[in-house]
DNA sequence: ATAAAAAACGTGTATATACCCCTATTTACA
DNA sequence: TGTAAATAGGGGTATATACACGTTTTTTAT
């Protein structure tokens, strides 16, 4: 009798609960898990434009603009114009360094807590199906 | 050489991906995924106030109550005073069912897609999955 | 060289979400 | 019974997110 859930509300009940415990566990180093992931992801591409990071995050521009104005507002990033004037390049300063070094252990951690109360493999198995739920295929069914 | 990417990123990447193609899914009927959700939980639970359809749904209060501020907005819902003059009562209006049940056949077509596209067997170890992620242990480590 | 197309960004608007604090009402207890 | 505690909601504030539209700058094609 048990009705059939909604996959994608599972997922953003899933998505939702973690990042509370996430934010909870990188509380410690002042900055969220969004910010965690938006700092490692700009200090990857080295002073990228928010096209860049937009891409590499697969987050709307727009967004990825209002999320980074959140981290320069916090001191943490710091814009300027690019070469091409059409642009502004992120940098992350000394204080967004330091909040992101300090974090890294209490993700860490939190990554190990997530893998020992799944279970290794189920760890791995999770993050293989997420991964295959970034791909939209033209048609599930099939054209022909 | 690849770094580790962080479960709870991944899960918000695949939820807002999910998010987006259910949204499309059910555009013809008019509402979105969150809505076709609510709707629906707001008719299994026949009446309930708002603080019954947050503990069902897991989601704050606050946050219930603008989401089904935006469903009344659209005329699917109604509120009036519950007997206990603190609270106030949800009824789906005939718009709201009319929606939902035009809904009903789009929801499971994506459902469908999705089990097509993940395979059964890993779609059933997804749902599964999820489930744990909703628990959140007191202790991974152990206390003793 | 110029006009059209494309790219990068900002803003407006809207939903989804959470946390905190305040108010009104109900319940429990002493 | 009268007061303290618990419960239900509302509103403020803030982040995360997307889409549509407009502006500026660069590229491309003629």
Known sequence: MSEETCLCIDL????????RRYDAALAPAGISVTQFSQLHT?????QPTLQRVAE???????????NVRVLEAAGMVSMSAGEDARTRVIKVTRKGRRAFQRAVPLWSGMQNEMKAQLGGERYTLLKELLSDLKY???SVGGTS
């Open 12 to 19: 953003r009940g899933a998505a939702q609960n973690l990042t």
């Open 42 to 46: 700009i200090q990857m591409l080295a």
């Open 56 to 66: 590499a995050t697969g987050l709307d521009r727009s967004t990825l603009g209002r």
């Open 136 to 138: 939209i295929p033209e």
